[in-house]
């Protein structure tokens, strides 16, 4: 299955923010109160109000440090929101090739939490910012946020957490709700990977678009204009379990299928009902049509076509 990410590409800069350097030059740290500045977002088209992110509550190694999501031009706890997990000492931050969109990540192996940041623009002239904060070792797992103005204060407007009950995939994004329109929408993709072939159950795979109601301030399910998708399919079949076998069939040694979804083709009205597809679903034709290329050029006994969903 593709990647999970922003819209832009992960770099490999990293940048500390916070270490012995922090508690040791009183001039540069901040009063323990406030904590450490991280990123400004733009919040308002129509006036100077900034989201500042920052991390509060840790001064040394060992420290836990709080997230913490505040208005630029206000003050006191009621504007702030808490992001959900807290992060070790050493904060880096990683270097994603757009202004817009940031990411920083702490801590190792299953104590590694990544909070990564995505502008949304809600309103022709209002920002909320996209947060996802994935942890784990073995089995990643992770929590989305959407945080917007309300009230004077940054408030959590809407979440949409993993299961954590197993090997799960999940990202969220932006997207145009209408062409030549600055409002956009925002979207959460997830898949569990749950095909077993002795139960006979096949993976889950969902699309979720929302909007912004600037009326009652809060996100809505979005379900005329959502976001394009095309499904790359290798194999249509009657029954889950063949499904399943033809797709440990075409890995070969080289796991040429590493990353199909096995699906049951029923929740998707473009196609036939009551079959399990092999696919693995793409935001762009030409990404589906690049996996059906390179799964062919892999196993030469692969093929397949892409429809749009």
């Known amino acids: 299955m593709r990647g999970f990410g922003n819209r832009s590409a992960l770099g490999s800069v990293f940048i500390v923010f916070l270490g012995a350097v922090v508690p040791r030059v009183s001039s540069a740290a901040p009063p ?75 801590g190792e192996e299953e104590r590694n939490v990544t909070t990564s940041v995505q502008p949304v623009r809600l309103e022709a002239g209002a920002w909320g910012l996209l947060v996802t904060q994935q942890g784990g070792f073995e089995h990643v797992h992770r929590r989305h946020r959407l945080y917007a103005v309300k009230d004077g204060g940054v408030t959590e407007a809407w979440n949409g957490d993993e299961n954590f009950a197993g090997p799960e995939q999940s990202h969220v994004g932006p997207y145009p709700l209408a062409p030549g329109s600055p409002v956009e929408g925002f979207y959460r993709e997830y898949a569990f990977l749950s095909a077993d072939p002795e139960s006979g159950e096949p993976d889950q795979w969902k699309l979720d678009a929302y909007r912004w109601d600037a009326a009652d301030r809060k996100a809505v399910k979005e379900l005329r204009r959502r976001p394009e998708r095309y499904a ?52 762009e034709k030409k990404a589906a049509e690049a996996a059906l290329k390179k799964a062919y050029t892999c196993n030469p006994k692969v093929s397949g076509y892409v429809k749009a969903l």
Do not use: N
């Not at 919040?43 to 920052?54: G, K, P």
């Open 232 to 283: 790359a399919i290798i194999g249509s079949f009657k029954t889950a379990r063949e499904a399943i076998a033809y797709r440990g069939g075409a890995q070969l040694d080289q796991f040429c299928a590493s990353g199909f979804l096995v699906l049951e083709s029923t929740p998707f009205k473009r196609l036939t009902p009551g079959l399990f597809i092999v696919t693995t679903i793409q935001a």
């Open 32 to 106: 323990a109160q406030e904590g450490l500045e991280l990123k400004r977002f733009k919040a308002s088209e129509t006036t100077d109000a900034m989201y500042v992110l920052r991390a509060t509550g840790c001064r040394k190694a060992g420290d836990t440090c709080q997230l913490e999501l505040e208005l630029s031009e206000g003050s006191g706890t009621k504007r702030k929101a808490r992001l959900p997990d807290g992060m070790a000492h050493e904060i880096q931050q990683e270097s994603q090739g757009a202004a817009s969109s940031e990411s920083w990540t702490s």
